[in-house]
């Protein structure tokens, strides 16, 4: 039986659902996720089926309600916030990084704080500088948060249910543009646990090492690659805290070659703690230095001309990897 | 001392007219640009807001700052953006007024006062406290206006605002525009005050309810609040009571709306209301104001016209503007 | 039906009276401790304020939970936190609550419903929130308490936590110690409104003021407000008028305050009233109080000098309780 | 006649002051600077000479005197906002990298915001986990800021007035433990561009890269390192957007080692981009992967026991660079 498919943004449901179902303590909160369904229509539905005590409309207030999150958190349930656009979490910061990640560590354990802030990410779409960032960034200092991100709608299910599962703050982001991709989808798959990166293409040539809508495109990049020669090994990192070095480091010492993609500037981004770390460990394994690529260093311009150019792509993508290889 | 607010002349509220009927015919032609796939990301419109964004343009001066929300192409229009680069900027074209790099949520015009559109919901207010206290210290009568919506008022940014600015008293002006909803949720899920305008109190602040849809009763309480700033009576919380006719943004219908709150509203369509104070007024007739919407009707749609004509924006572009 | 609050019999007012002079005890060997250059960091002392912590504390019950600031020793102290405990872990030692980990703004202790000090002005509010919500999801009768500063009531948490709790109708009381200064800024400098309880009016959400130097006062209001809370009749905010005895933080003198302020509000410190109370209670005598100052004394000295002898934290503590 | 010597709280004085006597655009805001001086004194004075239209107190708003900061800017004042510990630019991170950070870019340069962001940060004096940070990485992926920071008492002074000098928004990080430390200063001396890394000792065997108060821990392993024959350059990196990168590559051809030091988690920290940009120039000249030393991945734990264990400090330093050199 071929494998039933299904959008991101079906998966996500499903995995909301699915948490909703199983574990009584799962609430959800945030702006219109209730009876809107969200403003990108993840949570449609659940409002219905499990209630407004499970399901919770909030005011825009995102201090009150992540804050309120955390409370809840703290006594036992496991409340999963939805921030509607990822940049919309500076007014609220402080909550995630100071409260929700340092509580359990304050306490000396006394208390800890599972819960989820599921964040919209991405650019792409045409929402402009102050709506089209990832931000994994503002999250990667934080001892005490984890740092997920998914990039198909298997991982979207997978990896929201063990964010939810997991006994710590977990921030989710999610990627706009990925919401109506469809792909494969096994809900009984054995579980994708938090801190593991997964090797989505084999090769030998080339390592490229992605996340989010960045792992699409490196695969498409693979493919063009494939027809001129290159044979690229393409890795999904998929948590960016804690980061499976491990994976990369076993990839690289077969390719010899890495190049990181990320969503980001690479001035602040994650691909820069990624190529240290696997230089550190993999030194004599490298034959040429680690490549990155991100988002060049500007705010995501809205005109449709200009922001498909300020991230990277399968072209420039599969461009870059032919003048490192020296084709 | 404070002169009364007077009420517009005819020829002044005809001209109020045209700017609604301006500002009404450029929202519904984005809307319409929208749907022939011209239009990229989001865009929030003003339809039957028009009343708030052309009463308070008209009580101000060239000098004053206004600052104003992703909802603001009324807001630009009113104080004299040009449509044809406003149409160019939500197209995302060179000739845009932030040459496209912006877009439907960032109409900025600084020239004009036009100092931003905020689209974190409340960023803009701390803003407008700034512009305010900038030119107290200067010892000018400039002022600043900001507008936001009944969901702001429940964000953080909303109280330190109002507080700041009361204790500097500085000359700010702070604007609800009560629309009734937040995106998809009616204001009473999400406060439990019926009227945003008591939130005044907890700063010792002055407010003001205004029918939002009369363009003559905004202007006349424009007047008096903007002169109370500008001769140091400092800030003011003004309610103006209005209706999105539309949904939220592009995509929505507005369902969750009650049909009979939607035609009640219609009924108080402020251009409606502004057309039988005119014809009341005697000295305009129907076919002034017919004049006046075929010549607007003429303006936009050429005004859109060029701006689907425009260049896109230089790839260099990307990256202007970050530094200095 | 609500049952009237009652005030304290004299055995419960002296159990009150014990429970205050401990703080004042430890507070000020806490200042002695740091002048021995025990203490690293800031401490946040409440002497002067021990009629809030007090008298909130007799109105609960062990389930419910509170949540407070950097100031927050005499709220861990009056809901059963072991001086032990608290003074090693202000003294960074293992045997302290939080094993020496949290430091002097962190006492907690979650058996005891001491939920966590926040030592950011006002996060401490939206998570007061979340704990009243649960308890309302699970149809408990528990409250949730929050107690902050005049100063904090200028922050965004603080608005969007009491709009947020009015909408629930959560059972969550805000309870603001206003002690006149937030730092070394008196609160008239920093807000333009005399009593922060008028900002529930924002929210439609009512609201008290109380003496907060007089114990008995607040243990009235307290047992109304936490009935209506456990009821559903929803939120409270409650303004304690009171006084910081002391500078705001270790170092500081206090210097700023006005001479005749400090003598006044010296003479209506909290220890006296709850004396003078007892002893026209007419069961109580001076004896009884003298063995009450004694024996919390002995007990307090007991306490500091077991913690000052107890081990530093082991090392293998810095990177525990970071994860499960 | 020999420098005169202030420590790193009194040139910071120092370079407020002169700012708001030459320009009279330059305004301060904050907590408790103007009556009392700033809660670690650093604005002591100012007040009573510049007046309170100069020196402005303010509620505990940070959104709101943030915000106010932008507004004063966007009209031509140049304010200078302190953020009295650096965490607490959490309820307020918004204003800086969203609204300060790209206002210039929205308006296609229309306006401008010329304003400084002075965050004290640092651990070492018992504060504990909320009032510990550096928080260099909140703001590195943020193009549209620049992030300065001071190791001198002579750079505190020069920086901050470079960073007012600044058309655009600057986030300048002190540290705490430093205010109490003397050095020498020249305030007629050439300014400090932002941008450019300084070369604070020479050497031959080892390269590293420090900021704030990490730069004097390496001076000091760099001396005692020096008893045992190993001979340390020490870089201090000053700014780490935009990052001066080609000052370390000049250094580590001709140290051909790198170890990288700061104060913050490893996972989220400048040292990863760092490391990642001079292997991509300088792989050839490497003889050892570049390492890096950071905060322990955890908050800062308040005992003193603990805290100072949780940072490098000079004797860590030496330790790693005399493993990493073999000796
Ligand atoms: C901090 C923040 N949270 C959420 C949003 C998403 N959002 C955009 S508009 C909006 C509703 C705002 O309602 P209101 O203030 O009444 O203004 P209106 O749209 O009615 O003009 C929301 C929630 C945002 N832009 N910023
Ligand atoms: C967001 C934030 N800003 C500033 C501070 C620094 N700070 C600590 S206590 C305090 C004063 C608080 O005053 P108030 O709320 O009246 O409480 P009190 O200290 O009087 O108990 C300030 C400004 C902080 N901890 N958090
Ligand atoms: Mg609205
Ligand atoms: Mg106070």
């Keep these: 039986m071929p494998d039933a498919t299904v959008t991101y943004r079906e998966a996500l449901n499903h995995a909301l659902a699915d948490a909703l179902a199983e574990d009584p303590a799962v609430v959800l909160l945030g702006e219109d996720i209730a009876a809107a369904g969200g403003s990108f229509k993840v949570t449609d539905g659940l409002l219905a089926r499990f209630g407004p005590d499970r399901v919770m409309d909030t005011p825009i207030s995102e201090t009150g309600f992540l804050g309120a999150a955390v409370g809840l958190a703290l006594i036992g349930f496991r409340p999963v916030v939805e921030i509607m656009f990822a940049e919309f979490a500076g007014v609220a910061f402080d909550q995630i990084v100071t409260t929700a990640a340092k509580h359990r560590y304050l306490s000396a354990g006394q208390m800890h704080v599972p819960m989820v802030v599921r964040v919209v990410g991405g650019s792409g779409l045409g929402f402009g500088a102050q709506h089209s960032q990832t931000t994994e960034s503002w999250y990667t200092a934080t001892p005490g948060l984890k740092v997920v991100t998914a990039a198909s709608p298997q991982d979207a299910y997978h990896l929201l249910r063990s964010a939810i599962a997991d006994p710590d703050p977990v921030v989710f982001i999610e990627h706009k543009r990925l919401y109506v991709r469809r792909g494969p989808f096994q809900p009984t798959a054995a579980p994708v646990p938090i801190g593991r990166a997964a090797v989505v293409r084999s090769g030998a040539d080339l390592t490229i090492v992605a996340s989010l809508a960045m792992v699409a495109e490196s695969l498409a990049a693979a493919e063009s690659l494939a027809a001129a020669g290159i044979d690229v090994e393409v890795i999904d990192i998929r948590t960016l805290v804690p980061m499976d070095v491990d994976t990369v480091v076993a990839s690289v010492s077969r390719t010899a070659r890495l190049l990181v993609v990320e969503e980001q500037p690479l001035s602040g981004g994650w691909s820069g703690h990624l190529v240290a770390e696997v230089v550190s460990r993999a030194f004599e394994s490298l034959e040429l230095p680690p490549a990155r690529m991100g988002v060049v260093e500007a705010p995501i311009p809205f005109s449709h001309a200009l922001e498909a150019k300020a991230v990277p792509s399968a072209e420039t993508i599969a461009a870059r990897a032919t003048t490192l290889l020296g084709r | ?324």
């Design chain 2, 1 to 324: 001392m404070t002169p009364a607010a007077l009420p517009a002349e005819p020829a002044q509220l005809l001209e109020m007219y045209r700017s609604m009927v301006q500002i009404r015919t450029f929202e519904d032609t984005v809307q319409k640009l929208y749907e022939k796939a011209l239009v990229h990301g989001s865009t929030h419109l003003c339809q039957g807001q028009e009343a708030v964004a052309v009463g308070w343009a008209a009580a101000l001066t060239p000098d004053d700052y206004t600052s104003y929300t992703y909802r603001g192409h009324g807001h630009a229009l009113a104080r004299g953006m040009s449509p044809e680069a406003a149409f160019a900027e939500i197209l995302g074209r060179s000739t845009g007024v932030n040459r496209g790099k912006g877009g439907s949520m960032h109409l900025t015009d600084a020239r004009l006062g036009l100092m931003g559109c905020f689209a974190i919901v409340g960023s803009g207010l701390p803003v407008a406290v700034g512009l305010g206290r900038g030119a107290q210290l200067r010892r000018e009568t400039r002022v600043s206006v900001t507008f936001f919506g009944d969901g702001a008022s429940n964000i953080g940014a909303f109280h330190e605002s109002l507080n700041l600015a009361a204790i500097w008293k500085a000359p700010v002006i702070f604007v609800c525009e009560n629309n009734l909803y937040g995106e998809y949720s009616r204001i009473n899920l999400t406060t439990t005050v019926d009227d945003i305008a008591v939130r005044a109190t907890a700063y010792a602040m002055p407010s003001q309810i205004v029918d939002g849809n009369d363009v003559q009763a905004v202007y006349q309480a424009a007047q008096t609040v903007v002169e109370r700033a500008r001769t140091g009576g400092g800030p003011t919380l003004v309610e103006c009571k209005t209706y999105r006719q539309r949904g939220h943004s592009r995509s929505d219908a507005g369902a969750y709306r009650p049909p009979e709150e939607v035609t009640s509203w219609l009924a108080r369509d402020p251009l409606i209301i502004t057309r039988r104070q005119l014809l009341d007024s005697g000295s305009v007739t129907s076919a002034d104001i017919a004049a006046v919407d075929d010549s607007v009707a003429t303006a936009i749609a050429n005004a859109a016209a060029a701006a689907e004509q425009a260049p896109w924006p230089d790839l260099a572009e990307i990256t202007r503007d970050v530094h200095a």
